[in-house]
């Protein structure tokens, strides 16, 4: 079937998912409104299935689209970043940066207004996954990696000590004071890319045989911190990434034991791509941004 679906159609197509706009994707090709109405439509009528729904003046993406949307996306990021390095490598004027959503809300974007101010004419593409990056496929430039050592053949900066700390609403954890046999039967938030922090924590507060009460899992740190600041449960948490909630009292560390895993956060790239301008200027902007703490 794909071979008898034309490319300008899925081309099409990705620019109305990406506007849901007929005539905004028409101007982002270069082409009239009603050639990209006559693209997805044929392109529908193709695959048999409808891709896009108005309801009234709004363009919205049927479930069916919204899968074809993100396959066409990643599509064609691949054929953009394959362009790109047969051209010669990174884009001189842009870096383009993929990390994990929790060190990108808590550690990246507080601090990417300084980058911008500091380099106005460099442009920031930021996009979160909790995949690691595929330098090799993906329009990636820097990327996060969490080990004990860092992949040899990629330029590494550490930018922090992997630890944990727990973490609570003062309103939640009440008057119980700082006993490890509070933490018995309340409820443990946990992240399901992270499983092993509860038992990892408890094994080196001396009390592995601790009973907690239920576990709510979330799809990765950011959800848990939420979580723990609404009352719902109990966290393991980076510190560096509460630091705010601690500040304002929304979270409260009852227990001086930290966590320490034995990994660290890196900021990686590929090493002959750390040379290329915008992606040297990125790179000595963190190792900057590491000097401030």
């Known amino acids: 079937m794909l071979s008898h679906i034309p490319f300008t159609a899925l081309r099409a197509f990705e620019q109305v998912a990406e506007h849901l706009s007929f005539t905004r994707a028409g101007q982002a090709l270069h ?7 006559q693209q997805v439509a044929q392109l529908e009528e193709r695959i048999g299935k409808r891709l896009v729904e108005r309801t009234g003046r709004t363009l919205r993406l ?134 092993d922090d509860w038992p990892m924590w408890l094994e080196q507060a001396r009390s592995p045989g601790l009973r907690p009460g239920s576990q709510l899992e979330f799809g990765f740190s950011l959800l848990v911190y939420q979580a723990a600041v609404e009352g719902l449960g109990v966290a393991v948490a980076q510190p560096e990434f509460v630091e705010e909630e601690l500040r304002s009292g929304r979270l409260i560390a009852p227990f001086r034991t930290v966590l320490s895993t034995g990994n660290r956060y890196f900021i990686v790239c590929p090493a002959p791509r750390r040379h290329a301008a915008a992606v040297a200027r990125f790179l000595s902007w963190v190792e900057a941004e590491l000097k401030l703490r």
């Open 31 to 37: 082409v009239t409104q009603s050639a990209v109405s």
């Open 62 to 195: 049927t479930a069916n689209g919204q899968t074809l949307a993100a396959a066409c996306q990643q599509s064609f990021g691949l054929l953009e970043a394959a362009v790109r390095r047969i051209a010669g490598g990174s884009d001189a004027k842009g870096v383009y940066i993929k990390v994990p959503p929790t060190f990108a809300m808590k550690w990246l974007m507080p601090r990417l207004p300084r980058f911008q101010v500091q380099h106005p004419q460099i442009e920031s593409h930021v996009s979160t996954s909790l995949q690691p990056a595929d330098f090799d496929t993906e329009n990636v430039d820097v990327s996060m990696q969490r080990a004990a050592d860092p992949d040899p053949e990629l330029h590494a900066i550490p930018v922090l000590e992997e630890r944990g700390m727990v973490v609570c609403s003062p309103k939640l954890w009440g008057k119980r004071g700082a006993r490890l046999s509070a933490l018995e039967g309340m409820t443990q938030l946990v992240s399901v890319n992270r499983r």
